[in-house]
């Protein structure tokens, strides 16, 4: 039984990647156990996936004794493989003190952590302009896997989400929008108008607000057909809630990529981040739609675009049904 650590820490967007990848690995691999290094703050959600045997948790404002304990702990097994899907210098470091019969990591790893490594998988074809997804795909053939996606992700225990609002009227699904971005530059600012517009054009329709971080909706929709759960969406909830979901839209965000991930309709808003590196995979998927800013500039973009663009999508899913 292969024994694979994976180091992948943060970001969220970047973990989901990695899960997906990890889903992949396990489904075309027979008896792979796989381990996980993360982030405190991102570990529940690596803990809740089905592909994940073990998780270690890395203290990131823990210091060097937090460092220390987390190797103490990772030194008690030998491993087949560690792959560093980060690829930067803590985690290079992290892969230099773990017993592993081989050590392998990024081509366009950073900050001389390649130094760490015994082999490293090769670029796909596109090189650095690859999707991020496709690139930690090319980790697949070292156990002798296809570097494609396969199986589907699964969370094993996800909270319960007592929501009666989320099932709609007569069973239709919410619009779920992630308004929030880590990054302020990726962040639009046109989902008030835009959930506006979806509640002015279709009265039977719901809209949620979701994620980590508070954005006020100044009281501005009715409560019947409205709810901000901004400030109180944990990451075990993610998951549940973007199930229930009739679609996603979003910004360039963690959610957003799992959204995509679990096969939802996801419209994403992107700025000046690049949606063929980073955008909902896979692109050409008829449940992934991207509107992309003119001229990269996220000021540009009106709702009414966005809008006018999602509810094109939206008629061509229905009529491929």
Known sequence: ?????????SSLADIVHGLQVATSMKAQCEDLEISWIVRDIYAPLVQACAAVDHVHVFQRKGGAKGFVKLIGELRKTKFDYVFDFQGLLRTGLMTSRVLAKKKIGRSDAREMSGIFYDQKVPLPPEGR????IDILLQFCPILGAK???????????TETLKLKFAEGRGGSKPVVI???SRRSEKRWNGFKQLTALILKHDKTRKVIWAGSEVVPDRGLFLPSRFLNMTGNTSLLSLPALIKRAHWVISNDSGPMHLAAALGVPTLAVFGPTDPRTCGPYPLEAPTNVVVQAPVRNLKLLT?????LRWQSAEARLAKGK
Do not use: N
């Open 178 to 180: 992630f308004p929030d």
């Open 147 to 157: 570097p494609e996606l396969k199986g589907t992700l699964k969370f094993k225990t």
């Open 303 to 307: 709702a009414r675009e966005v809008y």
């Open 129 to 132: 302009k690859s999707h991020a």
């Open 1 to 9: 039984m292969p024994h694979v650590l994976i180091i992948k820490p």
